[in-house]
C-alpha cells in the first residue's frame, strides 16, 4: 500500500490460525474464514466491513468467494453500483459504494491446491482502474504471501500432532505412593509438545518427581520428550542419585538421538527421613543466584542441594518452557523447586496451590508445574537394628524380624522375611568392616534393607551343584517382588520387597 491499490484485506481461513482445522484435513470451502489484515492509504478514510480477528463472510457467486474453487484471480475491471453480485454480500456492497471504490481484484493465496486465504485489493475515485498488468505484481505478492501462510499452517499442524503425541505419552493419573498425596502437574497450553511431568515410586516407599523440557517443536520435540523421559526414568529406577541422572543426560550417548534437556529438575523425597535431595541441570544450566565469584555448580553440572520436608507440606516444582526455571530461589533450595509449608498448605490442596503460581507467573509465561503433598510414613511402620559386623549376630537379627512381623500382624511374611535377613545381613558381614543397619519398613510393601560401608554391590551367581554357598541372593530374588541395590555416602543399601497383600474382609 498504495503501490497496488488505494486499500487491500487479506481473509485467511481457519487452517492457518486454528490448529484444530489445521489438523482436520477439511477442504478452504469447509471451514471459516477470518479478516486476516487491513490496510487503506494514509489519509484515506475507508470503512471496514470486517475488524482484523473477526469472522467474515465470503458469499456464493461473488469474486471472494470464486478463488476458493477455481484457484484463478477475479478482475472486476468497472464495478458498478447495480452489479447482480453486490446483493448477495450485504456487509460489503454498501461501504464499496461509501468509498467509491471502481475496480476490484481478488487473489487466491493457494499453495498445492490448498486455498488458505484470499487477498483482495480495491481502487477508488482518483485511482486507474486494474489492468492485466497490475495481475503480474498482485501474483507475485500472492504467492510469497500464500508460502508464509503454508509454513505458518505446517508449523500448527506439527505442534498439533505434537501436543497430540504428549498427551498420549504422558499418564493422566500418576501412580498411587504413600509418599505424597494428590499429585497434580500443568503443562503449558501454549506449543510446548517437549514438556513432561512424571511421578516415579522408588523402593523403600520413596518417590520421584520430575519437570522437564526440550527444544524445538511439533513433533520432534514431542518424540524427544518421549525418548528423555523414558531415559530418566530408566536411571532414576536404577537408583541413581538425581544428581548423577543430571549428569548423564549430558552425554550424548546416554540418552537416544542424542537429544539433551533444555531443562529437568528431579526431586526424590523420602517419606521416611522427611527429606528431599534435589537435583537441576540442563543444556545450559545456570548457577543459583547468588552464585559468585566460582560458587555454585560449573556450567553444564548439575545444581544439587538436600532440605528438610515437614509432614503436610506442598512440594511445587516449576520449570520453565524457554529452559528457565520459574520458581523463585529460597535459602537452601535448589532453583525451580519451592516448599509451601504445612501451616499455609493446609487450607490449599496441590491444584490450588498451582493455581497461584501461575497467577503470580510473569507476564507471558506458561511454565510447567508439578504440585503434591507430602506424607511422613508413622514411627510405628519403620523399625531400625544396628547390627555387630560379626556372624553370631545373624540369628539375634533373624529373631527381631521375626517378633516384629507378629508385632506388626504379618506372621505370613515371617519366614520369607527371616531368611532375607539371615542373606543379606551375612552378606554384609563377610564383606564389609563397618558398621551395618538392618531396617524394616511397613508400607504398601514390606521392604528389607541392610546397608553396610562397602561400596560394592553383590550379585548373584551360578552355583554349581557341588559348591557350599552362591545361591543365597538367587532364593531371594525367588521368594521377594523386587530386590536391588542402591549405593549411599558412606556405602551401600541393598534391598527387597515383598506384596502385603490386606485381609479378605468376611
Same mark, same amino acid.
Given at each position: 500500500?498504495?503501490?497496488?491499490?488505494?486499500?487491500?484485506?487479506?481473509?485467511?481461513?481457519?487452517?492457518?490460525?486454528?490448529? #484444530?482445522?489445521?489438523?482436520?484435513?477439511?477442504?478452504?470451502?469447509?471451514?471459516?474464514?477470518?479478516?486476516?489484515?487491513?490496510?487503506?492509504?494514509?489519509?484515506?478514510?475507508?470503512?471496514?466491513?470486517?475488524?482484523?480477528?473477526?469472522?467474515?463472510?465470503?458469499?456464493?457467486?461473488?469474486?471472494?468467494?470464486?478463488?476458493?474453487?477455481?484457484?484463478?484471480?477475479?478482475?472486476? =475491471?468497472?464495478?458498478?453500483?447495480? !452489479?447482480?453480485?453486490?446483493?448477495?454480500?450485504?456487509?460489503?456492497?454498501?461501504?464499496?459504494?461509501?468509498?467509491?471504490?471502481?475496480? =476490484?481484484?481478488?487473489?487466491?493465496?493457494?499453495?498445492?491446491?490448498?486455498?488458505?486465504?484470499?487477498?483482495?485489493?480495491?481502487?477508488?475515485?482518483?485511482?486507474?482502474?486494474?489492468?492485466?498488468?497490475?495481475?503480474?505484481?498482485?501474483?507475485? $505478492?500472492?504467492?510469497?504471501?500464500?508460502?508464509?501462510?503454508?509454513?505458518?499452517?505446517?508449523? =500448527?499442524?506439527?505442534?498439533?500432532?505434537?501436543?497430540?503425541?504428549?498427551?498420549? =505419552?504422558?499418564?493422566? #493419573?500418576?501412580?498411587?505412593?504413600?509418599?505424597? @498425596?494428590?499429585?497434580?502437574?500443568?503443562? *503449558?497450553?501454549?506449543?510446548?509438545?517437549?514438556?513432561?511431568?512424571?511421578?516415579?515410586? $522408588?523402593?523403600?516407599?520413596?518417590?520421584?518427581?520430575?519437570?522437564?523440557?526440550?527444544?524445538?517443536?511439533?513433533?520432534?520435540?514431542?518424540?524427544?520428550?518421549?525418548?528423555?523421559?523414558?531415559?530418566?526414568?530408566?536411571?532414576?529406577?536404577?537408583?541413581?542419585?538425581?544428581?548423577?541422572?543430571?549428569?548423564?543426560?549430558?552425554?550424548?550417548?546416554?540418552?537416544?538421538?542424542?537429544? @539433551?534437556?533444555?531443562?529437568?529438575?528431579?526431586?526424590?523425597?523420602?517419606?521416611?527421613?522427611?527429606?528431599?535431595?534435589?537435583?537441576?541441570?540442563?543444556?545450559?544450566?545456570?548457577?543459583?543466584?547468588?552464585?559468585?565469584?566460582?560458587?555454585? /555448580?560449573?556450567?553444564?553440572?548439575?545444581?544439587?542441594?538436600?532440605?528438610?520436608? /515437614?509432614?503436610?507440606?506442598?512440594?511445587?516444582?516449576?520449570?520453565?518452557?524457554?529452559?528457565?526455571?520459574?520458581?523463585?530461589?529460597?535459602?537452601? #533450595?535448589?532453583?525451580?523447586?519451592?516448599?509451601?509449608?504445612?501451616?499455609?498448605?493446609?487450607?490449599?490442596?496441590?491444584?490450588?496451590?498451582?493455581?497461584?503460581?501461575?497467577?503470580?507467573?510473569?507476564?507471558?509465561?506458561?511454565?510447567?508445574?508439578?504440585?503434591?503433598?507430602?506424607?511422613?510414613?508413622?514411627?510405628?511402620?519403620?523399625?531400625?537394628?544396628?547390627?555387630?559386623?560379626?556372624?553370631?549376630?545373624?540369628?539375634?537379627?533373624?529373631?527381631?524380624?521375626?517378633?516384629?512381623? !507378629?508385632?506388626?500382624?504379618?506372621?505370613?511374611?515371617?519366614?520369607?522375611?527371616?531368611?532375607?535377613?539371615?542373606?543379606?545381613?551375612?552378606?554384609?558381614?563377610?564383606?564389609?568392616?563397618?558398621?551395618?543397619?538392618?531396617?524394616?519398613?511397613?508400607?504398601?510393601?514390606?521392604?528389607?534393607?541392610?546397608?553396610?560401608?562397602?561400596?560394592?554391590?553383590?550379585? /548373584?551367581?551360578?552355583?554349581?551343584?557341588?559348591?557350599?554357598?552362591?545361591?543365597?541372593?538367587?532364593?531371594?530374588? #525367588?521368594?521377594?517382588?523386587?530386590?536391588?541395590?542402591?549405593? !549411599?555416602?558412606?556405602?551401600?543399601?541393598?534391598?527387597? @520387597?515383598?506384596?502385603?497383600? *490386606?485381609?479378605?474382609?468376611?
Amino acid at each position: 500500500m498504495p503501490t497496488v491499490a488505494d486499500f487491500a484485506a487479506v481473509e485467511v481461513s481457519d487452517a492457518t490460525v486454528s490448529e #484444530q482445522a489445521a489438523i482436520s484435513g477439511l477442504p478452504a470451502t469447509g471451514l471459516a474464514f477470518r479478516r486476516g489484515a487491513f490496510r487503506a492509504a494514509r489519509g484515506a478514510a475507508i470503512p471496514r466491513a470486517y475488524e482484523v480477528g473477526e469472522v467474515s463472510s465470503l458469499p456464493d457467486r461473488t469474486p471472494y468467494h470464486a478463488p476458493l474453487t477455481d484457484l484463478r484471480p477475479h478482475l472486476v =475491471l468497472n464495478l458498478r453500483p447495480q !452489479t447482480g453480485w453486490l446483493t448477495r454480500d450485504p456487509v460489503r456492497a454498501p461501504l464499496l459504494r461509501i468509498s467509491g471504490t471502481h475496480s =476490484l481484484l481478488v487473489m487466491p493465496l493457494d499453495v498445492g491446491g490448498v486455498v488458505l486465504g484470499i487477498a483482495a485489493f480495491y481502487r477508488t475515485t482518483g485511482s486507474p482502474a486494474f489492468s492485466r498488468a497490475d495481475l503480474v505484481l498482485a501474483g507475485t $505478492l500472492a504467492r510469497k504471501a500464500a508460502r508464509l501462510l503454508d509454513g505458518a499452517r505446517r508449523r =500448527l499442524v506439527q505442534n498439533a500432532a505434537g501436543r497430540i503425541l504428549q498427551e498420549a =505419552l504422558l499418564a493422566p #493419573q500418576g501412580p498411587r505412593v504413600s509418599a505424597i @498425596e494428590d499429585p497434580r502437574g500443568h503443562l *503449558p497450553s501454549s506449543a510446548a509438545p517437549g514438556a513432561w511431568v512424571d511421578v516415579i515410586p $522408588l523402593p523403600s516407599a520413596r518417590v520421584a518427581l520430575v519437570t522437564g523440557t526440550v527444544r524445538g517443536q511439533g513433533l520432534s520435540a514431542a518424540t524427544a520428550m518421549s525418548q528423555l523421559k523414558a531415559a530418566v526414568r530408566a536411571l532414576v529406577l536404577l537408583d541413581m542419585s538425581p544428581g548423577e541422572v543430571i549428569s548423564r543426560l549430558h552425554r550424548p550417548a546416554a540418552t537416544p538421538a542424542g537429544n @539433551e534437556a533444555d531443562r529437568c529438575l528431579i526431586v526424590v523425597y523420602d517419606p521416611v527421613a522427611c527429606r528431599c535431595t534435589v537435583a537441576c541441570g540442563g543444556c545450559t544450566a545456570a548457577a543459583s543466584p547468588g552464585a559468585a565469584d566460582g560458587d555454585g /555448580p560449573a556450567p553444564g553440572e548439575p545444581e544439587v542441594t538436600e532440605c528438610d520436608v /515437614p509432614p503436610g507440606s506442598v512440594l511445587v516444582l516449576s520449570c520453565g518452557t524457554d529452559g528457565t526455571h520459574a520458581g523463585s530461589h529460597e535459602a537452601g #533450595q535448589v532453583t525451580g523447586l519451592r516448599v509451601l509449608p504445612a501451616a499455609d498448605a493446609a487450607a490449599a490442596d496441590p491444584a490450588t496451590v498451582l493455581d497461584g503460581v501461575l497467577r503470580t507467573a510473569a507476564p507471558g509465561t506458561d511454565p510447567v508445574l508439578l504440585a503434591a503433598r507430602t506424607r511422613c510414613l508413622d514411627s510405628d511402620d519403620v523399625a531400625t537394628r544396628e547390627v555387630p559386623n560379626d556372624p553370631a549376630a545373624v540369628a539375634d537379627a533373624r529373631d527381631w524380624a521375626d517378633r516384629l512381623l !507378629t508385632e506388626w500382624k504379618l506372621p505370613e511374611l515371617a519366614f520369607t522375611t527371616t531368611l532375607v535377613v539371615s542373606e543379606l545381613v551375612t552378606n554384609a558381614i563377610r564383606y564389609s568392616t563397618g558398621p551395618i543397619r538392618l531396617r524394616l519398613i511397613r508400607d504398601r510393601v514390606l521392604v528389607c534393607e541392610v546397608s553396610d560401608s562397602c561400596s560394592a554391590a553383590p550379585h /548373584p551367581r551360578h552355583a554349581s551343584p557341588s559348591d557350599q554357598d552362591g545361591r543365597g541372593l538367587a532364593i531371594v530374588a #525367588q521368594l521377594t517382588d523386587a530386590q536391588g541395590t542402591r549405593y !549411599t555416602a558412606t556405602g551401600k543399601t541393598v534391598w527387597a @520387597e515383598q506384596l502385603i497383600i *490386606p485381609p479378605v474382609a468376611a
